[in-house]
């Protein structure tokens, strides 16, 4: 794959993993006001006109964004050049935890907070539960909907038709695979998850020093993907009160017992990832795949760089080979602060930024940002790079056609990152340890229900 920038490991788990701020959610709510259905009154706010955004635009003005991307000065440069008057202040405010938790705690105080921030997909209802967001709706956003992948607009978008933030990347799941280990053991691409299992079982038996998979029982963010992939629905809001959790319902469990039970039978490993160890054990061939998402083949090819050539691309094994889908892991958006002073100019600046074909390239090439926007996931210059790291395969096209297969009906809690600590402390451990996961699964129910009650939610569970 043929990128001018592969990001360093810690700085890509942060980048494109898990994690929100550790923030009381109802001392968040308390400080925001409450009250009414997510999103307050914007939904109903008259729609910019072109002419106050013509006026906005020339205005001196400077913005201040919050945002962990690497070298985002590029695409800021081509925003500027546009509009003369706007200068934009890029801050790295921390990664991850520390970005939140200082986003949070400005938004608390009433000062202090930017205009605009970096914020990833499963961050989003943290931020609308307390209406921190400005709807961009009004200000020409919801034209962009045809210009994005469908899936991420249904992660922006809210139930009246609000847009809280401008998708920037993405990252659908699929498997990369070392086709040498395949070959050499007779083992076909797993189809199906059944043939998933066999083909682990088949391969450590023959060498016991190889595992098909590790399923990394630090790793929530991939055990939502794969959620999301088997058509699970985990959470659900309504209003600001009114909350399901279904963590441990049917389909959930079918994954804990397959996946608990290929832990327990020893045929996959469950090493904690984006570890020394992990590194170590691509580049030795410990692991024979990895089910990531679209950024992984890029993530790869620079932390396992003495397996090159080796290494493969397919879909996600699926449960119903007739249905394909798939699930996804990472990328993240930009939102407007309602408390901004500069809303049009700071609007204008999230839409720009990541619909605009020059930026979007960039934030491809430069920084291995897996694309959003429909435009770059059919350009031949990008879906055909063919990588020699991925024995010349087109693993771009790959992944721009399994983003197809993701539903955009999956949502997200307002408290993702208690979904995260609790499932580490109890399905990510039954898997480490080799115990029960279908009971580990009803204790993660039971935490979530229990939290999310003392913040003051009606909880609906299985």
Not at 189 to 201: N, S
Not at 389 to 394: C, E, I, N, V
Not at 423 to 433: Q, R
Request: hydrophobic share 40%; net charge positive; aromatic share 12%.
């Amino acid at each position: 794959m043929s990128r001018t920038s592969i990001p360093s490991p810690a700085l890509s788990r942060r980048l494109f993993l898990t994690a929100t701020g550790a923030v009381s959610l109802g001392a968040a709510l308390s400080a925001c006001g409450g009250g009414g259905d997510s999103g307050g009154s914007s939904a109903a706010a008259k729609p910019v006109s072109q002419s106050d955004i013509d006026k906005a635009m020339r205005t001196p003005t400077e913005l201040t964004f919050w945002t962990w991307v690497p070298n985002i000065q590029k695409e800021v440069a081509l925003f500027e050049a546009k509009y003369p008057a706007i200068k934009v202040k890029v801050v790295n405010a921390g990664q991850g935890i520390k970005h939140y938790t200082k986003l949070r705690t400005a938004l608390k105080a009433g000062s202090g907070a930017p205009d605009l921030a970096q914020i990833e997909y499963q961050a989003i209802p943290t931020f609308t539960i307390t209406d921190s967001l400005l709807d961009l709706g009004p200000h020409g956003a919801s034209a962009l909907k045809g210009k994005f992948v469908d899936w991420t607009w249904g992660q922006v978008s809210g139930p009246k038709g609000e847009v809280w933030a401008i998708p920037q990347d993405t990252g659908p799941m699929g498997m990369l695979y070392r086709k040498d280990i395949f070959d050499r053991h007779g083992i076909q691409v797993p189809k199906t998850w059944d043939d998933f299992a066999a083909a682990a079982r088949k391969l450590h038996k023959a060498d016991p020093d190889v595992y098909l998979t590790n399923l990394a029982a630090n790793e929530p963010a991939a055990w939502h993907g794969l959620l999301w992939q088997a058509g699970a629905g985990p959470y659900g809001v309504s209003g600001k009160s009114d909350l399901s959790i279904s963590v441990d319902d049917a389909v959930s469990k079918k994954l804990g017992t397959y996946w608990g039970g290929l832990a327990k039978e020893g045929v996959i490993s469950t090493d904690p990832d984006f570890t020394d160890g992990w590194y170590a054990g691509f580049n030795k061939g410990k692991y024979a795949t990895w089910l990531t998402a679209a950024w992984g083949p890029a993530f790869l090819s620079g932390s396992a760089k003495s397996t090159a050539g080796k290494w493969r691309a397919a879909p996600l094994p699926q449960w119903d080979a007739s249905k394909p889908a798939s699930g996804n892991w990472g990328g993240s958006t930009t939102a407007v602060l309602r408390s901004t002073k500069n809303a049009i100019a700071a609007a204008q600046f999230a839409q720009f930024l990541n619909s605009d074909p020059a930026g979007a390239k960039l934030f491809a090439t430069q920084q291995s940002f897996f694309p959003a926007t429909k435009a770059l996931l059919t350009d031949p210059s990008f879906t055909g790079d063919a990588a020699p790291f991925y024995g010349g395969q087109k693993v771009n096209e790959l992944f721009a056609s399994i983003g197809d297969t993701v539903d955009p009906a999956f949502q997200w809690p307002p408290f993702y990152d208690q979904a995260a600590t609790d499932w580490i402390e109890t399905v990510g451990k039954s898997l480490a340890d080799k115990t029960d996961t279908g009971a580990a699964l009803g204790a993660w129910q039971t935490r979530l229900t229990t939290y999310a009650k003392k913040q003051g939610f009606t909880v609906k569970g299985t």
